[in-house]
């Protein structure tokens, strides 16, 4: 069976759990490719879309028998981008894990897996991205085990949408305190999306780490 890995941006947080989730298909004598751009994709069998940032077009997905993308909201809510720290900036601590067929239409194809990240209200951006880059493989590897015997079910019930988040969006509020900000805190990105407020004109940037990290 030949698997493609897919993540087009090599910088991307989930490089790490990509390199894992290729060595353990490796070592079950699967073919698999890594690869950074859509347009590497060729004829096979399951192509995993991981973290990509640009939508893969209808025509490449017709090379691969299935096309998969892992996304953290109970679909159809939660449609989007980053639901995972939007659902921790409403201050959720169970987090819906999905795994579902890419269609043309953004994140609206059928579900065949769902799990659960499960936190504890004080991890910070590194832990977050931790525990979900282990699920994402633990869904990966459990879709590849099954396959072909698993099918998928059409999403259903109303859906809603998540923004796109930029860096504006870990600006601080001066006038609230800390524990109503520490969610926000949670999910900054120290060096690409740090934490920032203006006092008297001037830009401050806070970078927020563990004693234990430190």
């Known amino acids: 069976m030949q698997i493609t890995l897919l993540c087009d941006n090599p910088n991307s947080w989930i490089i790490p759990y990509v390199k894992e989730i290729e060595e353990q298909l490796l070592v079950k004598n699967y073919k698999v490719e890594v690869i950074e751009n859509y347009r590497d994709l060729k004829k096979g069998d399951l192509a995993f879309f991981l973290a990509c940032e640009e939508i893969v077009p209808e025509e490449y997905l017709k090379l691969n028998k299935h096309n998969l993308v892992i996304h953290e909201s ?82 259903k019930g109303e859906e809603s949408y998540y923004p796109k988040r930029t860096p504006e969006d870990s600006e601080l509020d001066i006038h609230k305190t800390i524990n109503e900000q520490f969610n926000l805190l949670r999910v900054v990105d120290n060096e690409r999306y740090p934490a920032f407020f203006y006092k008297n004109g001037e830009k401050y940037i806070l970078k927020i780490y563990k004693e234990e990290d430190i």
């Open 74 to 155: 109970d679909l159809p809510q939660g449609k989007g981008w980053s639901p995972l720290t939007w659902q921790v900036l409403e201050g959720k601590n169970e987090i819906p894990i999905i795994l579902f067929e890419a269609v043309p239409e953004l994140d609206a194809g059928p579900i065949y897996l769902k799990g659960t990240i499960k936190l504890d209200g004080m991890e910070l951006n590194y832990e977050l991205k931790d525990k979900q880059g282990q699920k994402t493989k633990e869904l990966i590897l459990n879709f590849v085990e099954q396959y072909p015997d698993i099918e998928g079910e059409e999403q």
